[in-house]
């Protein structure tokens, strides 16, 4: 095994965006989430203050997401979501592309936009992943895309919100790696629901995962090592 339980366990960012999980269903996963030490928590924005309070003495991180999942808000109301989750405790967001601006080939508005995001994301210490929505795009808006927010300083390019028709694939994991400057990391989201699928893209270069998936996966990547199953 190349790999360790560790750092398969921090690639998953452990997603709680359903809308209608309930409150119960919420602290279950944040509980799931410190069991497993996984990266963070990516959380539905109203439960970002509660998520940072149950995480504070753990090493898992507090995430939600940014105009999401279809990306058409204003660049404004984005910077107030950001603002109001970085207030509540949250040190990674996830935020959409504005997809019809993309499409448009407005590539001034999108990349003004990232960097927007950026700048307040940077000055809180917190990092930002701008989600492309793979599914909706041709090559040549990847690639462009890969070019902004590389020249832009993302911290991560993510192929999907995992709610569109089609999530990720390791073509375009392989092309957002070609493109996207060393220094931005990929995030795969999307039909990663097992350990294979989560092994073959960290093998084209991805370095986080949205998973729901989360104890299955892992507790077979314990299995393989050889490692007892992890307690309640």
């Known amino acids: 095994m190349d790999y360790t339980f560790e750092q398969i366990a921090k690639m998953i960012d452990h997603s ?3 809308p209608t999980l309930t409150v119960q269903e919420l602290e279950q996963g944040i ?9 963070s928590v990516c959380i539905l924005p109203y439960y970002v203050s509660a998520a940072a309070e149950r995480l504070a003495d753990s ?21 107030a979501e950001a603002r109001q989750a970085l207030d509540d405790g949250a040190v990674e967001l996830d935020m959409v592309v504005n997809l019809s601006k993309v499409l448009s080939e407005d590539w001034t508005y999108v990349a003004d936009e990232i960097r927007a995001l950026v700048e307040l994301v940077h000055s809180r210490n917190a990092r930002l992943k701008v989600i492309f ?11 462009r895309l890969c070019e902004i927010c590389g020249r832009l300083e993302v911290d991560w390019v993510k192929t ?11 073509e375009d994991l392989r ?18 629901r097992d350990l294979d699928a989560l092994l073959a893209v960290r093998a084209v270069g991805a370095t986080r995962v949205g998973a729901t998936r989360t104890a299955d996966i892992l507790d077979e990547c314990r299995r393989r090592l050889g490692l007892p199953p992890l307690g309640d």
């Open 16 to 18: 709680l965006l359903r």
């Open 31 to 39: 509980r799931l989430a410190r069991r497993y030490e996984v990266a």
């Open 59 to 79: 090493g898992v991180l507090t995430t939600t997401t940014v105009g999401f999942p279809h990306g058409g808000h204003t660049t404004a109301v984005k910077l």
């Open 133 to 143: 929505e793979n599914c909706y795009l041709q090559q040549e808006h990847k690639i």
């Open 160 to 170: 999907s919100t995992g709610y569109g028709p089609g999530g990720a694939t390791l």
């Open 175 to 192: 092309l957002m790696r070609r493109y996207a400057p060393a220094h931005v990391q990929i995030k795969a989201a999307g039909g990663v």
